[in-house]
């Protein structure tokens, strides 16, 4: 009796734990398919905000695109509508000058006239290099060329300007046989760009200096460290990436309507990128700005590059052309060390 009395006891414990067991199992079944259908939930929200995101970057895309043409179509427009009567305008000018040669007064109404058809005339040329750059740099591929030569003849292109406001400009570069892949019409006009921006926003007696300096990347490649410094009153804190956007201008109490269309810099970036460099701006310790952007190098001899420390560079310098003379300390000298030059 007591042995069948325990028999069904442990029976129907295990009865118990068996429905206990199918109970839980049931709960975990249902969890899951609970779990599974947010889980399902979750996943058609995330596509769905996928296929918004997706959406709107295309949105964006399409209207970056459209902004860009219609930038493009503008500065067309305008460069071609205006060089026509731009050109009747100078030629109407010369003609009343030769007429009124005598009168003083009218020669002075003439020049200012003549002076704002000279300002309008260099902007239409902006434009319409800007277009034209724009429209090159999608045709054109990059190609070995030698540094000295851009060198060379950018410095031709600067020089110049340089001592027709008096003022002192260098340029260093490596005293090996180093070349860039670029196209060379290209860089040699992103470095006379770049020293022009720097002649404007420097006072006149100053001095301006181009390091071309060799180092290594991240990497551990070889590249070349373009600088361009400058000693004028520097870029304003938070202007360092809107002075690159097209048709902005940095406007400041000693010159709150600067000239131009503020495209200068633009170019200076379009150009830039297009050889696969990125041109930056920082502000110098000693006052002004350091316009820069790196480009892989390559030596004529691979023993050169291990020469580099230390070697003098090649140096152009318009000191001797100036027509005053320049005692200032040169204040770049300690950047220049830093550089290894």
């Known amino acids: 009796m007591v042995i069948t009395l325990f028999a069904l006891l442990?029976?129907?414990?295990?009865?118990?734990?068996?429905?206990?067991?199918?109970?839980?199992?049931?709960?975990?079944?249902?969890?899951?398919?609970?779990?599974?259908r947010e889980v399902e939930?979750?996943?058609?929200?995330?596509?769905?905000n996928l296929r918004a995101t997706q959406s709107i970057r295309r949105s964006l895309s399409d209207q970056s695109e459209c902004l860009s043409r219609a930038k493009q179509e503008?500065?067309?427009?305008?460069?071609?509508?205006?060089?026509t009567p731009l050109t009747g305008i100078q030629a109407s000018l010369e003609f009343i000058e030769e007429e009124t040669a005598g009168l003083e007064g009218a020669r002075e109404w003439l020049g200012m006239a003549q002076q704002s058809a000279r300002r309008l005339?260099?902007?239409?040329?902006?434009?319409?290099?800007?277009?034209?750059?724009?429209?090159?740099?999608?045709?054109?591929?990059n190609q070995i060329v030698p540094l000295d030569e851009v060198v060379a003849e950018a410095w031709e292109k600067v020089t110049g300007p340089a001592l027709e406001k008096d003022m002192r400009c260098r340029f260093y570069w490596s005293a090996f046989d180093v070349s860039v892949p670029a196209r060379r019409k290209h860089l040699v006009r992103l470095l006379e760009l770049?020293?022009?921006?720097?002649l404007h926003?420097?006072?006149?007696?100053?001095?301006?200096?181009?390091?071309?300096?060799?180092?290594?990347?991240?990497?551990?490649?070889?590249?070349?460290?373009?600088?361009?410094?400058?000693?004028?009153?520097?870029?304003?804190?938070?202007?360092?990436?809107r002075i690159f956007e097209p048709f902005h201008q940095v406007r400041t109490p000693a010159d709150p309507k600067p000239p131009g269309l503020g495209l200068g810099l633009?170019?200076?970036?379009?150009?830039?990128?297009?050889?696969?460099?990125?041109?930056?701006?920082?502000?110098?310790?000693?006052?002004?700005?350091?316009?820069?952007?790196?480009?892989?190098?390559?030596?004529?001899?691979?023993?050169?590059?291990?020469?580099?420390?230390?070697?003098?560079?090649?140096?152009?310098?318009?000191?001797?052309?100036?027509?005053?003379?320049?005692d200032r300390a040169d204040r770049t000298n300690g950047e220049l060390l830093a550089y290894g030059l």
């Open 266 to 326: 633009s170019i200076c970036r379009s150009i830039a990128a297009s050889l696969g460099a990125k041109l930056q701006v920082r502000r110098r310790e000693e006052g002004g700005s350091c316009f820069c952007f790196e480009l892989p190098c390559f030596f004529a001899s691979p023993d050169d590059r291990l020469d580099v420390p230390g070697t003098r560079p090649r140096v152009l310098d318009n000191l001797g052309q100036l027509q005053r003379t320049q």
């Open 121 to 141: 005339e260099a902007i239409v040329g902006k434009a319409e290099e800007m277009v034209q750059i724009t429209s090159s740099l999608a045709l054109e591929e």
């Open 41 to 48: 939930a979750l996943r058609a929200r995330h596509a769905s």
């Open 74 to 83: 503008f500065l067309e427009a305008i460069s071609h509508e205006l060089r």
């Open 194 to 198: 770049l020293v022009g921006n720097a």
């Open 201 to 241: 926003f420097t006072p006149a007696g100053h001095q301006i200096a181009v390091l071309c300096t060799p180092i290594l990347d991240q990497d551990g490649n070889d590249t070349i460290f373009f600088q361009i410094l400058d000693e004028g009153q520097g870029v304003p804190e938070g202007e360092e990436h």
């Open 10 to 36: 442990c029976l129907a414990g295990l009865l118990y734990i068996r429905l206990d067991y199918e109970a839980r199992l049931e709960r975990s079944r249902s969890d899951r398919l609970s779990l599974e």
